[in-house]
């Protein structure tokens, strides 16, 4: 992404902590008028809006990632600090910043503040969750609050959009135009100190007045070893640290705690008077929490959860998922009806039709996924669920931290790999990232409800449980379990070593932002169409290319793909798939599966002819348990073959954008080499044992 240029426009930041509700402060403030990506040589997402105001004047405000300090221990808080002291290459230094505080924490809130305060940038506090606090007990005199601190604080209910549009107003009218200055005190030894090395950083380093004040804080407390900066600062700055250590020593003053106690007696002081809370009231978010976090019932409830939404996924969309594919197959009459027979309109329908829309249709099933991720998340049993998970990753040597990237990672692996960037301990989040693919992502639910649909009767157990339900979360499981047992050995050998403590904020459970919902689903249709439109519109093309090619003139269709370039690189690599019980069509559907695992799906009806049928399911279902495979004499896509091809996908690492995300996030080819040999290979190898097994059984 090139520089931005600086206007007349004013560039504000926001900041906060985790779970204080910037997002929902961003959308509201900027609502479409905004682009997301991510910043240059990171896997950082970068979320920028415009705010437009009725006068025609607008503002740029970028959201920055949650952070509790700008101590920079990990990506987001890197790129969090390097904006902020305007050493980020790509992104202006700020006119302002916008922090967002949780009135049901102010103190902890403010320490980010602090810090903001030390940069001397104009800034206003949107006091979020205001409403939260009340129901807490905890009342916050907020003009005394702006008296204490010199700045503009609004109180907000962002959930029901209270006190936003005050705070849009504010943006461009009450931001203070002058610095602020530091209120908080050191001892006097550490100041002088502080001062002295601050003044160092500037003559030497070259750096400005407030950020040799950072950097200095920086030195003189980190646990890091000063060899780690070498190639950053020259020799005498780094001896001069070291004695500064020593004096530090000599002086019985903790230099790892004295310049944070000093930030927390000061906030101390500033919110005495200020915040008043009641005695401990008993909410419904105790009362929630006796049940949701018990061993016994907690654990219940979170696999009926885990097992609802798949239902859902499975029930719910097949409505929708009627609709588009009367859609497809009305686009493809009505390019039959405009383009004259040939070769460029089977390519168009065939080819382009057929293939995207055998994926389009599975849309409404993400969707669904998604809908119900975002129910969890913004509720606030998300944090539940990690805490009831943290038993288990204890086994297996992780902490709780890794469950938020793996259960990320239904979705899509590649954010999941990158929230592991909140894991302190190095072989936790290798291990995590080594792991995170063997959970079914959303791009494996178009492959598990086609052969499902087709291939699973729709029983109910019990009059109760669907059976293609129950197959659909068996596959969750087994890829959540394949984790769990990888995991296990990868920590007992080759990264061995304790894992770090899992401390996690449970916040209040709340009435989830439906629209917020919306908007991210709206967001994730986005992506997964222009994703259709591009990789999976061009793959499908080349495969009706590959199976319409070399034309064999006066044969049947099932000749002709045979004998097509398609069908020939199936028949090459069906000997190292019959093991498996797959033929050369499955082959082939593997094959195109290593572009997008989606592709699977228009490959099949590809070579299915499916775009001819009524229904891609029914299509599907009639034909491959018509088609009877010679070799084993048997239907094509047998119960066994079926649930083979299931369990082969929910095992094996068949995703570009995975690889190339791993490879950033560890700047090692190696790492993404070895996932994908071994999962590869446990996929192999697990198919071949069940298909054995299975052969004795049926």
């Not at 700055?237 to 004096?247: C, F, G, P, S």
């Not at 903790?254 to 008043?276: A, N, P």
């Not at 190292?576 to 099949?604: A, D, H, Y």
């Not at 570009?656 to 192999?684: D, G, H």
Request: charged share 15%; net charge neutral; aromatic share 10%.
């Amino acid at each position: 992404m090139d520089r931005i240029e600086q206007s007349t426009s004013k560039y504000f930041t926001l900041v906060g902590n985790p779970n204080c509700g910037k997002t929902t402060i961003f959308n509201f403030l900027t609502g479409l008028h905004q682009k997301v990506g991510n910043y240059p040589g990171v896997t950082v997402e970068r979320k920028e809006g415009k705010i437009l105001y009725e006068d025609d004047s607008e503002l740029t405000i970028l959201d920055l990632p949650g952070t509790y300090s700008l101590s920079a221990n990990s990506p987001d808080e890197k790129i969090v600090s390097d904006i902020l002291l305007g050493k980020h290459p790509t992104v202006p230094k700020p006119d302002g910043v916008v922090c967002i505080v949780d009135a049901t924490n102010v103190e902890r809130s403010l320490y980010l503040v602090s810090q903001i305060i030390d940069l001397r940038y104009p800034i206003i506090i949107i006091l979020n969750m205001i409403d939260v606090a009340e129901r807490y007990g905890i009342h916050i005199n907020i003009s005394a609050l702006e008296d204490r601190l010199g700045v503009r604080v609004i109180p907000t209910n962002a959930k029901k959009e209270q006190g936003l549009e005050e705070a849009r107003q504010a943006l461009k009218t009450s931001l203070r135009i002058y610095p602020l200055v530091r209120q908080w005190k050191l001892p006097q030894i550490a100041q002088e100190k502080l001062n002295e090395l601050a003044t160092m950083l500037i003559n030497y380093a070259h750096l400005t007045e407030e950020q040799a004040f950072h950097e200095a804080i920086t030195l003189l407390s980190t646990h890091r070893s000063l060899d780690l900066y070498s190639s950053t600062y020259d020799k005498i700055i780094l001896e001069r640290v070291a004695q500064d250590y020593e004096y530090f020593a000599s002086q019985e003053i903790d230099r790892y705690s004295v310049f944070v106690q000093s930030r927390i007696e000061w906030i101390r002081t500033l919110c005495k008077g200020i915040i008043h809370r009641e005695s401990k009231r008993h909410t419904v978010t105790d009362s929630l929490d006796k049940v949701l976090l018990h061993p016994i019932s907690g654990g219940i409830i979170f696999v009926l959860v885990i097992a609802g939404t798949f239902f859902a996924v499975f029930s719910w969309a097949t409505y929708p998922m009627e609709l588009i594919e009367g859609g497809v197959h009305w686009l493809s009459s009505f390019f039959e009806t405009i383009i004259p027979p040939g070769s460029f309109r089977n390519l168009v329908i065939d080819g382009a039709v057929a293939g995207t829309g055998a994926v389009i249709l599975f849309l409404p099933q993400i969707l669904v996924l998604f809908f119900f991720l975002g129910i969890l998340e913004e509720s606030g049993y998300m944090a539940r669920a990690a805490f009831l998970m943290d038993r288990v990753m204890n086994r297996v040597g992780l902490s709780g931290k890794a469950f938020i990237p793996l259960l990320s990672s239904f979705a899509c692996a590649v954010p999941g790999i990158m929230a592991t960037r909140t894991i302190e301990n190095r072989r936790d989040r290798l291990v995590t990232i080594l792991v995170a693919p063997l959970m079914s992502c959303s791009s494996r639910l178009p492959i598990y409800t086609l052969i499902i649909a087709a291939t699973i009767p729709p029983l109910f157990i019990g009059g109760i449980f669907n059976l293609q339900a129950i197959v659909m979360v068996a596959l969750y499981f087994i890829g959540i379990l394949a984790a769990l047992g990888a995991a296990l050995l990868f920590k007992s050998t080759f990264a061995k070593g304790k894992s770090t403590g899992f401390i996690i904020e449970l916040p209040p459970y709340s009435i989830p932002s439906i629209k917020n919902i919306l908007y991210q689903m709206w967001e994730r249709t986005l992506l997964f169409l222009k994703r259709a439109g591009t990789i999976i519109l061009f793959a499908s093309i080349v495969l009706w290319y590959l199976e319409s090619h070399p034309v064999q003139p006066n044969v049947s269709p099932g000749e002709q793909l045979a004998n097509s370039y398609l069908g020939k690189a199936g028949y090459a690599i069906e000997p190292v798939l019959r093991p498996l019980g797959f033929n050369w069509k499955i082959g082939v559907g593997i094959l195109s599966s290593f572009f997008q695992r989606e592709l699977f799906v228009s490959t099949m009806s590809t070579l299915y002819n499916l775009e001819n049928s009524g229904s891609l399911v029914d299509g599907f279902r009639e034909r491959v348990t018509q088609e009877i495979d010679p070799l084993p004499g048997k239907p094509t896509f047998s119960l066994l073959t079926a649930l083979c091809v299931l369990l082969f996908y929910v095992l094996a690492l068949q995703c570009i954008s995975t690889i190339v995300v791993v490879q950033r996030e560890t700047n090692s080819w190696k790492i993404p080499i070895f996932q994908f040999c071994y999962m590869n290979i446990l996929a192999y190898v697990a198919t071949f044992l069940f298909y054995r097994v299975g052969l004795l059984i049926f």
